[in-house]
């Protein structure tokens, strides 16, 4: 690049690469030797199959999925798969099931923050079931209304049976994720989940994804993340789903079940290839650029010692700052997330005052989200150890400003 740019540490669209952008560009222009542009060539040709073929391969190797889940590519972010989850997983139940009601055909929602609440509200628009809260952070909360925690796990209550059981591992906007350590208390609780094997577990990785590595991956019916904050631009959601639950939805539907869009069918998705209509074939070859500068660098084992030197970092200074008054974490210790490090700035016109000062050092989108106020640091895999240096190294300073 010519001239430095702004670090970027919004919460996504987020940060991407410079050396991804540069190639991006490139790309744009002259796809694969084509002569056309990746945003024009056909989703068809051998060129982009391939690519989307080796996208695949990379987070399959990356992640360590297992041949037992399919990997699909399709469009609708997280919030499409809310929707896509309820009626996969409840044509699977149909299945399974097909003499129960509808009353009793149960879904768990674990509710840790504003992303798993919306998917609950979504499961209970959508019927076809009853929804049952294994768990409710604000229960535990501070002031019995925020979510600024992971619940230990004596505090979960699960279905015997239940079609799905839903969660959110990083809640962007809340600041809390779950630990990835098995022992810790903010870690899922994979042992209090019901007997039988095959479970119908579904979760939102869509903040984290690419990360560090997912704990119990094969356990997992269903995992999805948008690609806005790890991975690529907006348009591309990933989805690694067990081959028990792509089912034939039309089956399920002559049984009950409530039809499932086409392009909501994982079965639909699966069988085509992720090519059933048009991808986003723009946030496809970014992603792609991305995946393979993540192999080049060592995978989710390098971004997983990186990105946790960083969250360190960043929490050790918010301490600081809270030890002299001029900070207050929005979430439990113990539960916060490496990605998106919330807090308040306190005192009289801190915050705007912390912002300016932040934009005249060249550091943006550091406003929290509009539900919840506050500082959000996104902390995302774009986002390198010295970048995260010089919003420590402000961290630090902004208290000698307003003492």
Request: proline share 4%.
């Amino acid at each position: 690049m010519t001239e430095a740019r702004p670090v970027n540490f919004g919460a996504g669209p987020s940060a991407l690469p410079e050396s991804v952008l540069e190639e991006a560009c490139k790309g744009l222009f002259n796809f694969k030797g084509t002569g056309i542009g990746v945003a024009e060539i056909s989703h068809r040709s051998k060129e982009f199959t391939s690519l989307v073929a080796d996208l695949e391969d990379n987070i399959r190797t990356q992640l360590g999925v297992p041949p037992t889940h399919k990997i699909i590519f399709t469009q609708g972010g997280g919030t499409g798969q809310f929707s896509a989850v309820v009626l996969n997983l409840l044509a699977r139940h149909r299945l399974l099931h097909p003499d129960l009601s509808d009353e009793q055909r149960v879904l768990d929602y674990v509710i840790t923050g504003s992303w798993s609440k919306k998917a609950m509200e979504e499961a209970k628009r959508l019927g076809g079931g009853s929804v049952h809260i294994a768990v409710d952070a604000r229960a535990k909360s501070k002031d019995s209304k925020s979510f600024d925690n992971i619940p230990a796990h004596e505090d979960f209550d699960f279905s015997a049976d239940p079609a799905l059981i839903y969660y959110c591992e990083n809640e962007t906007v809340d600041g809390v994720q779950f630990s990835d350590d098995v022992q810790s208390p903010a870690s899922f609780p994979f042992h209090l989940l019901p007997a039988g094997g095959l479970w119908p577990l579904v979760a939102d990785y869509s903040s984290s994804f690419m990360s560090r590595k997912i704990p119990r991956i094969a356990d997992h019916a269903v995992i999805f993340a948008g690609a806005q904050k790890n991975i690529g631009p907006a348009g591309l959601t990933i989805l690694i789903v067990r081959q028990d639950c792509i089912v034939d939805v039309d089956a399920a539907a002559k049984l009950g079940a409530v039809p499932v869009p086409i392009t909501m069918s994982y079965k639909t998705n699966a069988d085509a290839g992720s090519l059933y209509n048009t991808p986003s074939t723009l946030s496809i070859y970014i992603a792609g650029l991305v995946l393979e500068r993540s192999k080049k660098l060592g995978g989710v084992e390098y971004f997983e010692s990186v990105n946790g030197r960083k969250a360190q970092k960043v929490y050790t200074a918010l301490q600081e700052g809270e030890a002299k008054g001029v900070y207050r974490s929005k979430v439990k210790e113990g539960s916060g997330s490496w990605m998106n490090v919330v807090f308040d700035v306190l005192g009289d016109n801190a915050e705007s005052k912390f912002l300016a000062g932040a934009e005249a050092l060249g550091m943006k989108a550091l406003k929290g989200h509009r539900s919840v106020g506050g500082i959000r640091i996104s902390l995302y895999n774009a986002i390198t150890e010295e970048q995260t240096d010089r919003i420590v190294e402000y961290l630090k300073d902004f208290p000698t400003q307003t003492s």
